[in-house]
């Protein structure tokens, strides 16, 4: 009868399988610390790269205000100077070409787009988050309600009353012997040659409805104007705090 020995393997005591836990551990442990600051690497370049192009729409924004304000200055001169004419004027029933011009002038000046790509991309994708300097995210923040109270204004408002001071002057301008110039015009401009020896004949029923009109445009032009320039100046603010915290040039 043959016997068989059979080896047993020593039983493993328990600080063998605590060491064996403790060391998985730390590796998965170290591995969701290595991810983590990876995927924060990566969040934080983004969050520059997003400061960066919102530091190009800033410049461009501010350029493109700087330019409008004298439009809108010089249309209130257009306005005043007819206020001025009319009053010494008020019962003629024809006017010179300039200031057929005048009139032409008060119903423009100019509109503003901004530059909204960079606010766009955080906006839609969640990216806000991104920006992890309160000044700055409140600062973004504040920019994009500006322009949105700014461009609702326009749309709501100041494009309607502008719209009726042309309606205004279609009503107002009472002359066939304008259509050879009409039809001469090839510019988008509805001026007149300031050197045209004509006087305009014009309906004056409307003139002080007209008059009072332009009064309220002027309002709206100088509350537009205000919402633009209080633009102007976030992003000018916002410009030199975006230099500073991200050391862009």
Not at 22 to 40: I, K, P, Q, S, W
Not at 46 to 71: I, N, V, W
Not at 145 to 157: G, K, L, P, S, V
Not at 242 to 249: S, V
Request: glycine content about 2%; aromatic content about 14%; overall charge neutral.
């Amino acid at each position: 009868m043959e016997v068989h020995n059979h080896s047993h393997t020593p039983r493993k005591k328990w600080p063998h399988y605590f060491w064996e836990f403790l060391m998985l551990f730390l590796a998965v442990f170290c591995g969701f610390l290595a991810e983590n600051f990876r995927e924060h690497q990566v969040e934080h370049r983004r969050e520059k790269q997003y400061m960066q192009t919102m530091l190009a729409d800033l410049r461009a924004d501010t350029a493109t205000l700087s330019e409008g304000f004298p439009r809108k200055e010089e249309r209130i001169k257009a306005i005043d100077s007819l206020f001025d004419y009319f009053s010494l004027h008020k019962d003629e029933t024809t006017i010179p070409v300039y200031v057929h011009n005048l009139m032409r002038r008060s119903s423009w000046d100019r509109s503003y787009d901004r530059n909204q790509a960079t606010m766009s991309q955080l906006k839609s994708s969640g990216n806000l988050r991104l920006i992890r300097k309160k000044d700055i995210a409140d600062s973004v923040l504040g920019y994009d309600f500006a322009w949105e109270r700014a461009d609702n204004y326009y749309r709501e408002t100041y494009w309607r009353v502008s719209g009726e001071i042309n309606d205004y002057i279609k009503k107002m301008i009472n002359d066939f012997s304008l259509l050879p110039y009409y039809k001469a015009n090839q510019t988008i401009a509805a001026r007149l040659p300031e050197d045209l020896a004509l006087q305009i004949s014009i309906n004056t029923s409307c003139l002080m409805e007209y008059l009072n009109h332009l009064h309220k445009a002027k309002s709206t032009i100088r509350q537009d104007e205000y919402f633009y320039m209080d633009i102007k100046s976030r992003a000018e603010r916002l410009i030199e705090l975006i230099k500073k915290e991200y050391h862009l040039e």
